[in-house]
């Protein structure tokens, strides 16, 4: 499996600032996918980051939001924008294997005041 | 659109026992992929097991096995002789065949080894 790391674990943000995480791989990946977890809650896919062209968002996820670069096949960046203590969740980016497994990387922890 | 459902949202056994976690899905998919993956309080997202959904047999991997019934959408996990840590939250996950599509998953269960 791919060795994924993100960048930053963890940050506290203030309401109507943005910011950025990293999600890095070891290995040129196809497939890259980033998700949330609210508090206490499930998983739920964002977006998947598509290299060379627009990601492509879920239904209720929108790109003013929550923008994401994939600039070549081992990098990707998910940026929380005008956060609101609502986006206070973890959120993880996973990399997609030849065999339909999905690898997720350590997640960053996310709280907005 | 597909759904999975776990039932449980905490479950506790005590060290050495066994215990199963459910799981049921729904989807229009004729082939796709079932997971458990297991989340620690240290929140990393650790696979657990995979199940093709066009084999027969079921998957295994050391003390972990499923039971993966296609006609009733059931993939229940078994965890043998339980250790202090597997606890942990463990959510069920779809997602269809071809590799495209992001995960699907259930809303977990809270598994807690007593020592």
């Known amino acids: 499996s791919a060795v994924i790391s993100q960048k930053p674990s963890r940050d506290i943000c203030q309401r109507g600032t943005s910011l950025t995480i990293q999600c890095q791989v070891d290995?040129?990946?196809?497939?890259m996918f980033w998700y949330r977890q609210q508090p206490g809650q499930s998983l739920t896919l964002i977006a998947t980051?598509?290299?060379?062209?627009?990601?492509?968002?879920e239904s209720g996820f929108v790109i003013d939001k929550f923008p994401i670069s994939r600039p070549n096949l081992t990098f990707s960046t998910l940026t929380v924008s005008n956060m609101s203590p609502e986006d206070s969740s973890i959120y993880l980016c996973?990399?997609?294997?030849?065999?339909?497994?999905?690898?997720f990387g350590p997640g960053t922890r996310l709280t907005v005041l | 659109a597909q759904t999975v459902t776990q039932s449980q949202p905490e479950m506790s056994v005590q060290e050495a026992e066994t215990v199963t976690l459910s799981c049921t899905y729904d989807?229009?998919?004729?082939?796709?992929?079932l997971f458990w993956y297991k989340q620690p309080p240290s929140r990393q997202m650790i696979l657990v097991i995979r199940?093709?959904?066009?084999?027969?047999q079921n998957a295994t991997e050391n003390r972990f096995s499923v039971n993966f019934q296609k006609a009733a959408k059931s993939f229940s996990l078994k965890i043998s002789d339980s250790q202090l840590g597997d606890t942990a939250m463990y959510f069920c996950?779809?997602?269809?065949?071809?590799?495209?599509?992001?995960?699907?998953f259930g809303k977990g269960t809270h598994l807690i080894i007593q020592p």
């Open positions: 996973s990399v997609g294997t030849g065999t339909d497994t999905q690898y």
């Open positions: 290995s040129q990946v196809t497939m």
């Open positions: 980051a598509n290299q060379g062209s627009e990601a492509t968002y």
């Open positions: 989807t229009s998919e004729s082939n796709y992929y």
């Open positions: 199940q093709e959904a066009y084999k027969q």
């Open positions: 996950a779809f997602t269809p065949s071809g590799g495209a599509d992001g995960l699907t």
